[in-house]
């Protein structure tokens, strides 16, 4: 994948297959650190620990329609050329946890990308699933909610395609507020 | 400043619109977010289904993503579904033919014959 915000697409992408009502997308890019961390929550039906260990493997998938599932295996690919890795917590029943992290600096890592299509994407396209998105720089930080569309959506009386555009603008502009120069 | 129940009432009501208005669509338009989707340019295809459905003020289509289909060849993958639950598949879905489908299937009802898979 050309941007990490491409991965988190997929990773969320599976949250959402494994019947998630909630979602929390949690990145933290501290310069400091040289670290960039991304987060993945859900509520969804959750792996057993036999499961997580084999769920990197891309042999290893529940789908029915192919033998490979790629979306966790490229992530972890992704952390690990860039001196980060790939954790999977998960409890059957409780939910999943996929923390990513990557060395800011390094220059195998694939640069975040465009966080709002990502989003904003996801939040249209599964209007059931409620996501919070957080992103922490050394220079701020942004919170924002699904409820921010339908509240929009609510308030002019007008359809939920039209807050579309706005909402990416609206992300886009915060994004760039609390970035770093060199990122 | 709303409370976060405000907003919950405010999320139940515009869902229950939509979902209403999912029973009443006319067409149901998916898009296949699998891996080899997404690598594939699904992400570009569903921004310009969703700009397309504002830019024309189309309220009686319903729009969601799936997973993957299994034809990771076929990638971008966009699936119609028209008034008697009939599914038209479309397969490699650039954004321009997604706009396409947006005009010529979904608001004149005319199948782009040329593109779809089998
Ligand atoms: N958040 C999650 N909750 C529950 N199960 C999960 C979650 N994420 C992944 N899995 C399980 O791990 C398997 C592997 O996931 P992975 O994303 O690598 O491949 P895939 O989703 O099967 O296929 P692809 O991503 O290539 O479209 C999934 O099939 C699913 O069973
Ligand atoms: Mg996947």
Known sequence: MRELSLNILDIVTNSIEAEATRVIIAIEERQSQNLLRIRIKDNGRGMDEEFVSKALDPFMTTRTTRSVGMGLSLFRQSAEQSGGDLDIQSQPGVGSLVTATFELDNINRPPLGNMAESLVNLIVGSIDVHFCYLHKTDFGHLCFDSYWLFARMAESESDIYDQVAPAKRLLREKLKEIKSKSF | ?118
């Open chain 2, 1 to 118: 400043m709303k409370t976060l129940a405000d907003l919950r009432a405010i999320k139940e009501k515009a869902k229950m619109e939509m979902a209403t208005r999912e029973q009443s669509a006319k067409y149901r338009i998916s898009v296949a977010m699998g891996t080899c989707g997404i690598a594939a340019g699904a992400r570009n295809v569903m921004s310009a289904i969703l700009d397309e459905m504002s830019k024309r003020n189309i309220q009686d289509v319903h729009v969601t993503q799936t997973g993957c289909l299994g034809y990771c060849d076929q990638e971008p993958m966009v699936q119609v579904t028209g008034p008697h639950n009939n599914t038209i598949t479309y397969g490699k879905v650039s954004p321009e033919l997604a706009r396409k489908i947006i005009a010529e299937h979904v608001q004149r009802d005319k199948v782009l014959a040329d593109h779809v898979f089998k």
